[in-house]
């Protein structure tokens, strides 16, 4: 069987972006087990309490929920394990660096499938004040309002 071409998102930290400013994207591998990939490609993952960590020189991501393989049975792992990410280590070490001294935070954006493999969207994140997000929002509609006076004007 040929293997698949192209990307296919399978699921997105929408709050993400409402909560943080993203500075920059990363894309890594995930260190899985094939139930775990079989319910991923269901769509059956949850992110929003999801972070990444530093622990040893590797990288982990920490409160990603795999919901269970139905048809998994004795092969199933816990839902909540700390799964590991695939980085190179000069990576990961500059982005280690930058949490610890800037008070940035590493945030999970999407997850999602490239050629056959499951990619996870990395985001090196600062927390956004309530202003901020006000100030987003107001953004938003405003750009909404000319985009209808455009359309129907």
């Given amino acids: 069987m040929a293997r698949e071409r192209g990307e296919k998102q ?3 930290n929408r709050k993400a972006r409402h909560e943080y400013f993203v500075e920059e994207t990363y894309e890594c591998g995930l260190v899985l087990h094939g139930t775990e990939v079989k319910s991923m490609r269901q769509g059956r993952v949850n992110l929003k309490e999801a972070f990444c960590q530093v ?7 920490i409160g990603m929920h795999i919901s269970p393989y139905e048809q998994g049975n004795i092969f199933n792992v816990d839902p909540l394990r700390d799964k590991k990410l695939l980085m190179h280590k ?3 070490r500059k982005l280690s660096s ?3 001294r800037q008070g940035y ?4 954006l999407r997850i999602y499938l490239k050629d056959g493999r499951m990619k996870l969207e990395l985001g090196l994140c600062k927390g956004k004040q309530l202003h901020d997000k006000r100030d987003d929002a107001a953004q938003r509609a405003a750009k909404r309002d000319i985009e209808r006076a455009m359309k129907n004007g």
Avoid: C, D, F, N
């Fill in 10 to 12: 399978v699921a997105a």
């Fill in 55 to 61: 622990k040893g020189g590797e990288m982990w991501v």
């Fill in 90 to 92: 000069s990576e990961i």
């Fill in 98 to 100: 930058q949490v610890q």
């Fill in 105 to 108: 935070t590493l945030i999970p």
